[in-house]
Each structure stands twice: as structure tokens, then as C-alpha cells.
């Protein structure tokens, strides 16, 4: 009797060992009640990660741009298949035990797609996410699966429009501490509540969200136009779309992330957010997800380029421009175009396209919005990495944000073992012009969680302290943030940093130009209060947190989990 061949499938992709031969034939029905057809099996089957949730101004709109994505896939030939991860957002947990499981939730989101996508053997994936922990974990899934693969950003928030001018939240948070010393009105602040966000997307400022959506760009992980085209805009969906049919393509020619994503692409990453004046968080995401590729990104890389690049680009919070006239002034090509000369130019991005090619078709349609590189809103980039006797391993302000007075300055320390003591503080008026706030204890493993301290810098400003009065913390600040705010302070206070150990009072001298932050007390005053204060042990309740608090590393090699 000849050999048989039980409905043989001839498929080229991975997805083959799921789905062929007689001994797959439960796995084939169990796809066949989803409605697959028998020529079905022979096609690529592309994963569509989707951070749609309704509790979400980013991720509210998701639905739609999914649909796009499937129709893209479906006409280049593939079956889409849509799974859904978590997404927390960052503007809703401020300022409460809720911001405590927003960094966790980054490399949870990573492994939920991995997960999955391997477990379902996917041959291809589209990731559907927006805001500020989701976008980082998607583009580290990415990496670490390696899979023909691109993300689609949902695109940023429109700015609101209050007493005839652009805003966004960072108005809204400044503007409560406005109210608190009578500059707004009880129905000024309420108008201004109801108009600074007028619809879905991400908050429409250089936070953390839209840093890293420009970020998958440049890195060739998304289409380009994708980072700055807006949530609202037509321009998306058809950017959505076009993603399905390319990620086809990517799966029969097996293009993956680590055929055009190199060292040097992330060397491009931190030029770009230099210039751009984006989030500090881009300091703890970028060597995250160059890790999972093996590369290493550290904060001396980030000091050293962010030196050498101006900043071009003037956006809210630190300044007067949204992400629409980024957007409608050329978008990350645009600012491609002005960086060519110092951006690694022979760099490819999934289309095959290099960053030359792409700033070839570009045009700067506003160069007051993106300035010429002979024209910087400063001649420095965002960031600053400092170091003292405070921050042996380091620490980050984005010095585009802080006032020419404060960028040196030396202050008395006032000492907060948590952001809610120091918020209290602020708005009793209990600081003063020239202290030096210390938050401490709210770093990845003392937080636990590392939230962000968006609430009190907000306060400082709508207090009228922004320009006058300093902030460390081991925690770390939302892209919202503006003013002297030194964050990432390492090693944190719940390992024994420096940090655990300063006093009400002491004096703190920053000298952001020379890079320094030190605590001006003796080395044996230092050594013996380490002997003499206990390290503040914070109860931690949650199953989560206490694993997360185990396998965090340290902030200065981006808070990433230890792989065994």
C-alpha cells in the first residue's frame, strides 16, 4: 500500500509545525471553527497585539487601527489574527499607589507577547500600542523575538485649546497649583479640565509616549510618518493599513529586526530624542530594549551624545510647540533631515530604506518648529548625566527644561521619604525659594516601582517655584516634566545609595554645565551615618511588586529584569 498524505500542507513559514501533517489535524478544526478555509493553512499567520482598553485615552481608538492592519494583511495574502495585551495609563495613575505598577508593567506587556507568539508559532506580528510603558514594551518584544514585525503607534492626543492658546495636561497639573495660590479661578481651572484633552490618542507633548513612538521610527521599527501622525488623523489609518501589507512582505522575504536594527540604530535613537528634547525615560527604555539584543547602551552613552547634539525641536512642556506643528512641520523625517550629518546615515529601516534615503525625500516645511542645526533652541541636547558623591552611578535631568538660573545652583536639603509627603509640603506652603526637595525611597526597588513624580513637579510650577527651587529623586519624571528635576538617582536609597543617607538641611550643589551633584558633607560624616540610619523597609503587599522588586535591575542600565 503507497504512502499517504493526509491533507498535506506545503507552507514555508513557521507556522507550518502548527498546522501540518495528519498528527495537526486537532489544531486544523480547532482553526477551521475560527472559519479558516483549506488554502488558509498555506498562508502566513500574522499576530496582531493590541493594548485596545476603554479606561484610556491612548488606547480608546485602537479598534479601528486594527481593522486597518487586517485589511492590510488579508490583502497581501496573510490571516490576521488579533490578541489583546494590557495597558496602563500613566496620566490616571499619578500621584497614588497606582503609578507604582506602571513600570512593572513594561516587561510584563514584553512577555505576554512573547508568550503568546510563541506559543501560537506566529509567523509575523503588527503591534498596536500607544503611551508610555506600552510602546517600550512592544518595541523590546519585538527585538527579542525577532520576528518580521512592525509596530503602528496610535498617535498622539490634538493639543486642547484654553484662553486661546495650545495645551496639554502638563497645563493641567500646573494649573491645579495655580488655583491653589488664586492665579485661576474656580471656573478657570474647570474650563481648563474640560478642553486640555479633547479627544484619543497620546498626550500631546514630548512625554515619554511620543519619544518613544518617534524612537520605533528611527529604529526602522514602525513606517515612517507613523511617530508624530496623529490620532484623529486619516493619515493613520492609512499608515495602519500599509503595515499589514508590509509585514506580509517582511514574512515571505524573512526580513527580520536584527537584519537592520544595530548598535548604531540605537546610536541614532539618542541622537534623535537628544534633539528632539524628549523624555528621560528614553534613558531607562533605549538600553532596555538595546539589551534584549545584546547590545549594551549606558548613561555614559547617553551624556555623550546628548553633548554633542543640539536640540532643535521647542515642545511642550518645556516649550511653546505641540506634536501637531512637529507633525505638520515634516514629522521624524523632517527632523532626519537636519540631524543627516550626524546621525549614521547608511542605517536601514524595515522598508529597506536608509536614514540618507529618508532624509532625501523629507521636507522641513517649519524651521522655526525644527530648527537647522546651525540654529538650535540650545546647542546642547536634552539630556545631562550627572555624578557626585550623591549619584555614584548617575543621574538625569533634562536640562532643555530647566531655567538658565537654576543650572547651577546649591540649596538646603528638605527631606521626603515619599512624593505624597513632598506634594503635601508644596501645597502648605512649607517649601521655599532655593531648597533642594529629596525624594527618596521611590526608586525600582524601594517605590517599589519607581513612580513618577509628574505631581509634585507640576505643583512646584503652579506654586510659582519652578524656576527657583531644585528636585532629586530615585524615582523618575514624566516627559511632562520641566524645571531643575534630577531623577534616576543611583544606587537608589532602598540599596543603600548615598540618597538614604542625607539630612534635613544638608547642602546640595548641582552644577548641571560641569555635570556634578554632590552632598557637601565630609566622608566620614557620610560613612558614619551609614552605620548609624536604617534603610527604610516599605511594605509591600502585592505578589507582583515583590517579584518585580527581586528581579529588577538597577536604573542605571534601564531597570530592566534579570535574565537567568
Given amino acids: 500500500m503507497g504512502k499517504r498524505e ?15 501533517g495528519p498528527n495537526r489535524a486537532g489544531q486544523r478544526a480547532h482553526l477551521r471553527s475560527l472559519g479558516l ?55 490616571v495613575t499619578q500621584g497614588h499607589v497606582g503609578m507604582r505598577y506602571v513600570l512593572p508593567s513594561r516587561d510584563l506587556i514584553a512577555d505576554s507577547i512573547e508568550l503568546t507568539a510563541e506559543a501560537q508559532q506566529l509567523d509575523g506580528l503588527v503591534l498596536i500600542g500607544s503611551c508610555d510603558k506600552i510602546v517600550p514594551a512592544m518595541l523590546m518584544a519585538q527585538v527579542r523575538l525577532d520576528l518580521p514585525s512592525l509596530m503602528v503607534t496610535g498617535g498622539p492626543m490634538m493639543p486642547g485649546v484654553f484662553k486661546g492658546k495650545p495645551v496639554a495636561i502638563p497645563d493641567m497639573r500646573e494649573g491645579v497649583g495655580k488655583w491653589v495660590v488664586g492665579e485661576y479661578s474656580d471656573a478657570e481651572v474647570y474650563e481648563l479640565e474640560c478642553s486640555v484633552c479633547p479627544g484619543p490618542g497620546s498626550c500631546a507633548m ?9 524612537l520605533a521610527e528611527v529604529l526602522g521599527l514602525s513606517l515612517p510618518g507613523c511617530g508624530t501622525s496623529h490620532a484623529v488623523e486619516s493619515k493613520k489609518l492609512r499608515i495602519a493599513k500599509q503595515s499589514g501589507r508590509e509585514v506580509v512582505r517582511l514574512v515571505r522575504e524573512n526580513v527580520r529586526p536584527s537584519d537592520f536594527v544595530t548598535y548604531n540604530s540605537f546610536e541614532n535613537a539618542l541622537i534623535f530624542t537628544s534633539a528632539l528634547g524628549g523624555s528621560s525615560n528614553a534613558s531607562l527604555h533605549i538600553p532596555a530594549i538595546a539589551g534584549e539584543m545584546g547590545f549594551t547602551v549606558t548613561l555614559d552613552d547617553v551624556e555623550r551624545i546628548s553633548r554633542k547634539t543640539p536640540h532643535l525641536t521647542n515642545l511642550k ?59 538650535p533652541v540650545h546647542t546642547e541636547g536634552s539630556y545631562a548625566v550627572l555624578r557626585g558623591n550623591l549619584a555614584p552611578l548617575g543621574c538625569i535631568v533634562k536640562q532643555t527644561g530647566v531655567d538658565p538660573a537654576m543650572m547651577q545652583h546649591t540649596g538646603p536639603a528638605r527631606i521626603f521619604d515619599s512624593e505624597a509627603a513632598a506634594e503635601q509640603a508644596i501645597y502648605s506652603g512649607q517649601i521655599n525659594k532655593g531648597d533642594v526637595i529629596v525624594i527618596r525611597y521611590e526608586g525600582p526597588k524601594g517605590g517599589p516601582g519607581m513612580p513618577e513624580m509628574l505631581v509634585v513637579t507640576a505643583a512646584l510650577v503652579g506654586v510659582g517655584l519652578g524656576t527657583s527651587t531644585a528636585i532629586v529623586t530615585d524615582g523618575r519624571f514624566s516627559g511632562g516634566t520641566r524645571g531643575p528635576s534630577i531623577g534616576h538617582v543611583a544606587p537608589e536609597a532602598a540599596d543603600g545609595g ?16 560641569n555635570r556634578t551633584l554632590e552632598l557637601l558633607v565630609s566622608e566620614e560624616e557620610l560613612a558614619k551615618r551609614k552605620q ?16 518585580y522588586v527581586k528581579l529588577v535591575g538597577d536604573v542605571s542600565t534601564g531597570a530592566a529584569l534579570t535574565n537567568f
Fill in 317 to 375: 512642556p518645556a516649550g511653546p510647540h505641540s506634536f501637531w506643528d512637529l507633525e505638520t512641520a515634516g514629522g521624524v523625517p523632517a527632523l532626519i533631515k537636519e540631524l543627516i550629518t550626524l546621525l549614521h546615515k547608511n542605517e536601514k529601516i524595515a522598508t529597506g530604506q536608509t536614514m540618507a534615503d529618508i532624509a532625501a525625500q523629507a521636507v522641513n516645511h517649519n524651521q522655526e518648529v525644527i530648527r537647522p542645526l546651525g540654529n
Fill in 498 to 513: 548615598p540618597i538614604a543617607y542625607v539630612k534635613e538641611g544638608d547642602r546640595i550643589q548641582i552644577d548641571i554645565p
Fill in 6 to 20: 493526509y491533507f498535506p500542507v506545503h507552507k514555508q513559514f513557521r507556522s507550518r509545525i502548527v498546522v501540518s
Fill in 206 to 214: 514630548a512625554g515619554t509616549a511620543n519619544t518613544m513612538s518617534c
Fill in 532 to 547: 548609624e540610619m536604617p534603610i527604610v523597609q516599605r511594605e509591600n503587599k502585592s505578589p507582583a511588586l515583590r517579584r
Fill in 37 to 91: 478555509l483549506d488554502d488558509d493553512f498555506e498562508k502566513p499567520f500574522i499576530g496582531i497585539v493590541n493594548s485596545w482598553n476603554e479606561m484610556h485615552p491612548g488606547h480608546i481608538h485602537l479598534r479601528r487601527l486594527a481593522d486597518e492592519v487586517k485589511r492590510g494583511i488579508l490583502e497581501a495574502g496573510g490571516v490576521p489574527w488579533e490578541f489583546n495585551t494590557i495597558g496602563i495609563c500613566d496620566g
